[in-house]
């Protein structure tokens, strides 16, 4: 059962619509399939997260303010406007990463 929502490209929303075998690259860079034998159902209007102005505002209360902020979950195209927003309003790093992207944290 998947409650509301799964990004586009990701592995619950190939499960959602319905793909009943996914590839996935296995230690060694082999490929396999994974086959899906579920019932699937999804529950829509239910959602914990915080909306954006939500976010906007905790991220101008952090204290001390943070050097750099990740956005790293969500619809690619509202994560990438967040994680501009952030950075145009408090003069600071934003880094919005793809999906296999790699970040060297410090």
Same mark, same amino acid.
């Given at each position: 059962?998947? #409650?509301?929502? *799964?990004? %586009?490209? =990701?592995?619950? /929303?190939?499960?959602?619509?319905?793909? +009943?075998?996914? !590839?996935?690259?296995? #230690?060694?860079?082999? $490929?396999?399939?994974?086959?899906?034998?579920?019932?699937?159902?999804?529950? %829509?209007?239910?959602?914990?997260?915080?909306?954006?102005? *939500?976010?906007? =505002?905790?991220? +101008?209360? @952090?204290? !001390?303010? !943070?050097? $750099?902020?990740?956005? /790293?979950?969500?619809?690619?195209?509202?994560?990438?406007?967040?994680?501009?927003?952030?950075?145009?309003?408090?003069? &600071? %790093?934003? @880094? &919005? !990463?793809? /999906?296999?992207?790699?970040? +060297?944290?410090?």
């Amino acid at each position: 059962m998947f #409650v509301s929502y *799964q990004a %586009e490209g =990701s592995l619950g /929303n190939k499960i959602q619509k319905g793909w +009943r075998e996914i !590839p996935l690259e296995v #230690v060694g860079g082999k $490929r396999e399939v994974l086959k899906i034998n579920l019932q699937v159902h999804t529950v %829509e209007g239910f959602s914990a997260h915080s909306d954006r102005n *939500q976010l906007m =505002s905790f991220a +101008r209360q @952090i204290k !001390p303010r !943070p050097q $750099r902020f990740i956005i /790293n979950h969500g619809e690619a195209t509202k994560a990438l406007d967040l994680t501009k927003s952030i950075h145009k309003c408090l003069k &600071c %790093e934003t @880094i &919005c !990463p793809k /999906n296999l992207d790699a970040i +060297r944290l410090k």
